[in-house]
């Protein structure tokens, strides 16, 4: 079975530019996690979805960052402009959210982003 | 918001030694999970524990969940150098999200 995928695994880009990020969650998962992972922050939730639905953003940074899931098979994550303190691995993550409070999640390998 | 602290934050073995990371919560949890993060990987679900003073076992690891549900160990046995890697536990916020520790780095020299 497939697991989680993402895409670019590698992203260099200049300050200032877009930066689009994508994941496809297991099918058949309902709900959807983007997570930000640097050495000083540790691993911190961005955004989660449920049925296509963001439920919380919280934890996304600022306006800079935008998230969308237009189907159940697919969400990207938007940084409009980068800066160099995006620079980290951002992680997606599925579970079936049938609990929540319980699920397992599984991980994608991660987008390294560098902004130079 | 809901917190816990993980520790120790590195941890150097000798091959062979054994290895206990710790993590803590102010408040009672409704369960724990435990994540292992290979060196340049992802995080991979390893367990959950939902009972007070649960008690499990996957090989060389055991983990456990205090009998006040506010703390949880993670042990490894006789450590080899494929233990390395970054163990995280997870609880639930009072808002349904998972939030991760800050992780115990475990290296193994051979």
């Known amino acids: 079975d497939a697991g989680v995928i993402q895409s670019p695994r590698h992203e260099v880009t200049e300050m200032g530019q877009e930066v689009t990020l994508r994941c496809k969650p297991i099918?058949?998962?309902?709900?959807l996690f983007w997570y930000r992972q640097t050495m000083m922050r540790g691993l911190e939730l961005l955004i989660y979805f449920n049925n296509n639905v963001p439920i919380d953003d919280s934890g996304m940074p600022e306006d800079r960052f935008s998230a969308k899931m237009p189907n159940a098979s697919f969400s990207t994550l938007k940084i409009q402009p980068s800066e160099p303190r995006d620079s980290a691995v951002y992680f997606c993550?599925?579970?079936?959210?049938?609990?929540?409070?319980?699920?397992?999640?599984?991980f994608g390998p991660g987008t390294r982003l560098t902004v130079l | 918001g809901q917190q816990v602290m993980q520790i120790p934050q590195y941890q150097h073995v000798q091959e062979g030694e054994d290895f206990t990371t710790y993590c803590n919560s102010s408040t009672t949890l409704s369960n724990i999970q435990w994540y292992k993060q290979r060196p340049g990987g992802h995080p991979v679900f390893l367990i959950q524990?939902?009972?007070?003073?649960e008690v499990k076992k996957q090989k060389r690891l055991t983990f456990q969940f205090g009998e006040a549900k506010k703390n949880s160990s993670l042990h490894i046995t006789a450590t080899q150098t494929t233990d390395v890697g970054t163990y995280f536990c997870a609880v639930i916020s009072n808002t349904g999200k998972l939030i991760f520790g800050q992780g115990t780095t475990l290296q193994v020299k051979p």
């Open positions: 993550a599925s579970t079936t959210g049938h609990r929540l409070s319980t699920d397992t999640q599984y």
């Open positions: 524990l939902v009972k007070s003073g």
């Open positions: 099918s058949g998962h309902n709900s």
